[in-house]
């Protein structure tokens, strides 16, 4: 079973907003967690990055989506969300969530694609 099982993903125009969500089917409690993004022909790179609620440290930001992009998390659902506003054609790529790989990664699920048509 693929701990991580991305959806939210779709095409919407620029401007627009989407709200990715990943089900983790092992519980997050504790653990750093992050979303990822990979457009083609680039490498995968971290955007948004969360510790466990209980440090009360608050989540950090790729630049380039800083202001735009909310992380969150629900560790009874073991449940990440990205909440995408103000998006941009560059935002294309396929999106997965993990561990912040900082710290090791577990195996990657599918990821959903997200297109965003200028």
């Known amino acids: 079973q693929e701990p991580f099982v991305e959806s939210g993903g779709g095409l919407v125009e620029s401007g627009g907003s989407l709200n990715l969500t990943c089900q983790v089917t092992r519980d997050i409690a504790g653990y750093a967690m992050a979303w990822y993004r990979q457009a083609p022909g680039k490498q995968r790179e971290l955007v948004a990055a969360?510790?466990?609620?209980?440090?009360?440290?608050?989540?950090d930001y790729a630049k380039d989506v800083e202001g735009r992009f909310t992380i969150s998390r629900d560790n009874m659902k073991n449940i990440l969300y990205l909440q995408m506003n103000s998006l941009k054609p560059e935002d294309t790529a396929v999106y997965h969530c993990n561990r912040n790989w900082r710290w090791g990664t577990w195996d990657w699920g599918r990821g959903t694609q997200v297109t965003v048509s200028s």
């Open positions: 969360m510790l466990d609620p209980s440090t009360n440290i608050p989540p």
